[in-house]
T-cell receptor, first 111, second 116 residues
Framework: EDQVTQSPEALRLQEGESSSLNCSYTVSGLRGLFWYRQDPGKGPEFLFTLYSAGEEKEKERLKATLTKKESFLHITAPKPEDSATYLCAVQSGLHDYKLSFGAGTTVTVRA | GAVVSQHPSRVICKSGTSVKIECRSLDFQATTMFWYRQFPKKSLMLMATSNEGSKATYEQGVEKDKFLINHASLTLSTLTVTSAHPEDSSFYIC????????????FGPGTRLTVT
């Protein structure tokens, strides 16, 4: 069974204070690892897909990296509008195209 | 712009009644859609995979007679919560699998269901 563990559960940052979120996973044949951002009362917003170890993707202040066991989401010089819950999900070869989600990391950025 | 829409965004119903939630793919045709539910401060739990033109595939523990899914067209899937009870109150979210972009799923804005 696919397992996804995110840490920390919550992260409080000062504006401009860079940090990283961790997503550890165990899957049988990784098809893809996904990062989503979710604001309260809204559906998840797609950020990145990573397919193989060593891959990196960037979008504004966010950068996602992938190894064979984990993924990191780096937030560089965050702003208050980066406050959200960040969800990590994996897709494995055994379960068609279903996503298995981690519990998320709630990031709060103070001005 | 939005790729997936859901209607309604919020619904309050009385115990014992049924509620239908619509999920529409706005930008492309989708043979596969997914339905999730999310409890407060918890992650998303997959309920079922909706397949256009065939029966939905339900996850273990999800009652198929209670959560009826119809994927009648390539842009519309519906979830009907039958004989709703307070424990069915939750945030229901659909997603669309974009086949042209390997494995990526795009989520709708969600529907908040409250059963009184």
């Amino acid at each position: 069974e696919d397992q996804v563990t995110q840490s920390p559960e919550a992260l409080r940052l000062q504006e401009g204070e860079s940090s990283s979120l961790n997503c550890s996973y165990t899957v049988s044949g990784l098809r893809g690892l996904f990062w989503y951002r979710q604001d309260p009362g809204k559906g998840p917003e797609f950020l990145f897909t990573l397919y193989s170890a060593g891959e990196e993707k960037e979008k504004e202040r966010l950068k996602a990296t992938l190894t064979k066991k984990e993924s990191f989401l780096h937030i560089t010089a965050p702003k208050p509008e980066d406050s959200a819950t960040y969800l990590c999900a994996v897709q494995s070869g055994l379960h068609d195209y279903k996503l298995s989600f981690g519990a998320g990391t709630t990031v709060t950025v103070r001005a | 712009g939005a790729v997936v829409s859901q209607h309604p965004s919020r619904v309050i119903c009385k115990s014992g009644t049924s509620v239908k939630i619509e999920c529409r793919s706005l930008d492309f045709q989708a043979t596969t859609m997914f339905w999730y539910r999310q409890f407060p401060k918890k992650s998303l739990m997959l309920m079922a995979t909706s397949n256009e033109g065939s029966k939905a595939t339900y996850e273990q523990g999800v009652e198929k007679d209670k959560f009826l899914i119809n994927h009648a067209s390539l842009t519309l899937s519906t979830l009907t919560v039958t004989s709703a009870h307070p424990e069915d109150s939750s945030f229901y979210i659909c997603s669309v699998w974009r086949e042209a972009r390997s494995y990526e799923q795009y989520f709708g804005p969600g529907t908040r269901l409250t059963v009184t």
